[in-house]
């Protein structure tokens, strides 16, 4: 059985972007072992990682907890006219990079003034202190005036039972300043009326101003060696 493959494993550890707990489970139930999340990046290493102790509290978009030598602080980057707010993280480790070397041979310190590095990613520490990424700042959008996550929308779409797998990607609009487009892969290919089935649920479940512009069905979608979409080759 396919659960043979992982009797010497005792644990794997992932930490491209975080994975839905539906497709963990089945990971678990095929090989017999865990996947434990964690967040890092090239510039700072390891921030934050699930254990044995804490896994059980995992929570869609969790990332584990901070390990004993980070710093992390959070830093409101918006707030839209519905009171929803967006933090971008802001990183401090011993294991910091210098900077980025610029073509000109000149190293670029993107820091703030107390050294704390901006990651890019959006997210929040939960009442079990674990990291939970909620986006990235380029993925929020501002369709006029309202701030929109687009990751928020790629987990909507995907709690639907015809799709396996969601993309948002934004595009520019001459009224709204921009808005997005949603592409989904189908579990089952060969459903009828599936695009009717899955406008009506986004009429039916969300605010108009998060609607997409469009829903396109798409066989697969372009990704990295890492498994990252590359939505870019989408429009």
């Given at each position: 059985t396919l659960r043979n493959y992982g009797k010497n494993i005792k644990c794997a550890f992932l930490g491209t972007a975080?994975?839905?707990?539906?497709?963990k489970k089945k990971f678990i139930d095929h090989f017999g072992f865990s996947i434990f999340e964690n967040f890092?990046?090239?510039?700072?290493?390891?921030?934050?990682?699930?254990?044995?102790?804490?896994?059980?509290?995992?929570?869609?978009?969790?990332?584990?907890?901070?390990?004993?030598?980070?710093?992390?602080?959070?830093?409101e980057v918006s707030i839209d006219e519905s009171k929803n707010k967006s933090f971008e993280i802001y990183a401090?480790?011993?294991?910091?990079?210098?900077?980025?070397?610029?073509?000109?041979?000149?190293?670029?310190?993107?820091?703030?003034?107390?050294?704390?590095?901006?990651?890019?990613?959006?997210?929040?520490?939960?009442?079990?202190?674990?990291?939970?990424?909620?986006?990235?700042?380029?993925?929020?959008i501002k369709k006029g005036g309202y701030l929109i996550s687009l990751r928020e929308i790629e987990i909507f779409l995907e709690t639907h039972p015809y799709v396996s797998e969601a993309c948002a990607v934004k595009v520019p609009h001459t009224f709204y300043g921009e808005t997005f487009i949603a592409y989904i892969i189908l579990k089952n290919p060969i459903l009828k009326n599936a695009n009717k089935e899955i406008n009506s649920y986004i009429i039916n479940n969300i605010v108009r101003h998060k609607w997409p512009d469009q829903v396109i069905i798409k066989k697969s979608f372009p990704k990295t060696l890492s498994g990252k979409i590359k939505k870019h080759l989408l429009i």
């Open positions: 975080p994975i839905d707990l539906e497709s890092a990046l090239s510039e700072t290493t390891f921030l934050t990682t699930e254990t044995f102790q804490n896994i059980e509290n995992s929570v869609e978009g969790s990332t584990g907890e901070l390990l004993p030598y980070v710093d992390l602080k959070f830093k401090k480790t011993p294991f910091l990079f210098d900077g980025y070397l610029k073509s000109n041979g000149i190293v670029d310190k993107p820091f703030d003034k107390e050294g704390f590095f901006p990651t890019g990613d959006l997210g929040y520490l939960n009442k079990n202190n674990l990291l939970i990424i909620t986006g990235r700042q380029r993925d929020i």
